[in-house]
């Protein structure tokens, strides 16, 4: 049995180094880019649609009824975010859930209520892409590629393997 660790005295002297983050601003930027995406529908005549179910539902639209591990892949998300994810889009009307083929999956469906929307929210996808794509277009180095280079970077070295290589040679992590 370990004794129980004593509650670290603060260190006014000491750097707080969650001060500085490189990707702290990407981050924030997106959480507006998501905010006004939200505002769109806050804006609309449908009700209480959440900005972050559009993909499932697309999906959906696009694809037929689909299990929760299907619907996950399809989106590359894990199976346990997509099933809270459903789970809330089931109890708002949006979708509507059936056993599967074995007992452990479940198929999701829309349901009218979402089969009347998917015009707009297709709509509202489409406008975003072009926002995006219009945005992109007055930057000298668009994110997209940003994105691209960085995939390509990250195959070369995981930065799982970049992390740890610090990690080595900082003697607090020992």
Same mark, same amino acid.
């Given at each position: 049995?370990?004794a129980?660790?004593?509650?670290? +005295?603060?260190?006014?002297? !000491?750097p707080?180094?969650?001060?500085?983050s490189?990707?702290?601003?990407l981050?924030?930027l997106?959480d507006?880019i998501?905010a006004?995406?939200?505002r769109?529908?806050?804006?609309?005549p449908v009700?209480?649609l959440r900005?972050?179910?559009?993909?499932?539902l697309?999906r959906?639209?696009? #694809?037929g009824?689909?299990t929760?591990?299907?619907?996950?892949?399809s989106?590359q998300?894990?199976?346990?975010? *997509?099933?809270q994810?459903?789970?809330?889009?089931? #109890?708002?009307?949006?979708?509507e859930?059936?056993p599967?083929t074995?007992?452990r999956?479940? #198929?999701v469906a829309l349901?009218?209520?979402a089969?009347e929307?998917v015009?707009?929210l !297709?709509?509202e996808?489409?406008? +975003?892409?072009?926002?995006?794509?219009?945005?992109?277009a007055e930057?000298p180095?668009p994110?997209s590629?940003?994105v691209?280079d960085l995939?390509r970077? *990250?195959a070369?070295?995981?930065?799982?393997?970049?992390i740890?290589?610090?990690l !080595?040679?900082d003697?607090r992590w020992r």
């Open positions: 049995m370990t129980p660790t004593q509650p670290s +005295t603060p260190d006014p002297t !000491a707080d180094p969650t001060e500085q490189l990707w702290r601003p981050r924030l997106q507006a998501e006004d995406i939200a769109v529908y806050a804006e609309s009700e209480g900005s972050s179910y559009v993909m499932e697309l959906l639209h696009a #694809r009824p689909m929760i591990t299907e619907l996950a892949e989106v998300r894990t199976h346990s975010a *997509l099933s994810k459903v789970a809330a889009m089931r #109890r708002a009307g949006w979708v859930t059936a599967g074995d007992a999956s479940k #198929r349901t009218a209520k089969r929307v015009g707009r !297709a709509a996808w489409e406008a +975003t892409e072009a926002a995006l794509a219009e945005l992109e930057l180095y994110l590629r940003v691209a995939e970077a *990250l070369r070295r995981s930065f799982h393997d970049r740890t290589a610090k !080595a040679a003697p």
